[in-house]
């Protein structure tokens, strides 16, 4: 089981580059959100989509755009990178069914440095 | 949601019980309880949630006061796998509109 995959797994910018981290889900989940985690910091929610089409802001959302074209993929995009952009970015993703527990599935993370 | 509070970091025997306590005061009554956690460098993990009974899976338990105010993650034979940070949230059950959203959580450090 794939589960929650997130590409790249690592990944070096200058400032002002831009760039894409993928994240694709092989769950059929509705829910899909970024989080980015600074050190010794807990996670913070960039932004996420409650399915298909749609997309809402989440405490952090100032640098990143995201769009949700199928269920599968929720790709975050920096358009603009800064140093205050380093961090690792996690995608979770989260079944909305009846019968679900309310459990977020998280990818391995991408580690991103912007110099 | 309702914010919680938990200790920034507790210690562990191998082997004994680790009790970590967190407190969610403002909680309101359709709200959940669920804790996570997360080994280094890797994503978070979920780990049990409940509502006002207690819970127990093949991880932990979680037990609930009565008046829901503050709850107890157990783990009960920590072993050095269990060092993490441990995350306590609270939020309405699959509500879709209101993400989880995470505070720095208890550092656990399971000791030989």
Redesign the interface.
């Given at each position: 089981n794939a589960g929650?995959t997130q590409t790249p797994k690592f990944q070096v910018l200058k400032t002002g580059q831009s760039m894409t981290l993928q994240c694709a889900q092989d769950m059929n989940h509705?829910?899909m959100?970024w989080?980015r985690q600074d050190p010794g910091?807990?996670?913070?929610?960039i932004h996420?989509s409650?399915?298909a089409g749609i997309t809402?802001q989440?405490?952090v959302p100032n640098g990143y755009n995201v769009s949700r074209s199928t269920t599968e993929d929720f790709p975050l995009r920096l358009l603009s990178a800064a140093p205050s952009q380093t961090s690792?970015y996690?995608c979770?993703s989260r079944d909305?069914g009846?019968l679900?527990?309310?459990?977020?599935?998280?990818?391995?993370?991408s580690r991103l440095t912007v110099l | 949601d309702a914010k919680t509070t938990q200790p920034t970091s507790m210690d562990c025997a191998e082997g004994r019980a680790a009790n970590l306590p967190c407190n969610h005061s403002t909680i309101s009554g359709n709200e959940y309880v669920y804790w996570y956690r997360q080994i280094h460098s890797q994503g978070p993990q979920y780990i049990i949630h409940g509502l006002k009974n207690n819970e127990t899976n093949e991880m932990a338990s979680l037990i609930i006061t009565e008046d829901r105010k503050s709850s107890t993650l157990i783990l009960p034979h920590a072993t050095l796998r269990d060092t993490a940070v441990y995350y306590c949230i609270v939020k309405l059950y699959r509500s879709g509109n209101t993400p989880l959203v995470f505070g720095k959580g208890t550092r656990l450090s399971v000791i030989a």
């Open positions: 929650v509705e829910y959100s989080y910091m807990g996670l913070r929610l996420y409650v399915g809402d989440g405490e690792v996690f979770a909305e009846t679900n527990t309310g459990e977020l599935f998280f990818g391995e993370g | -």
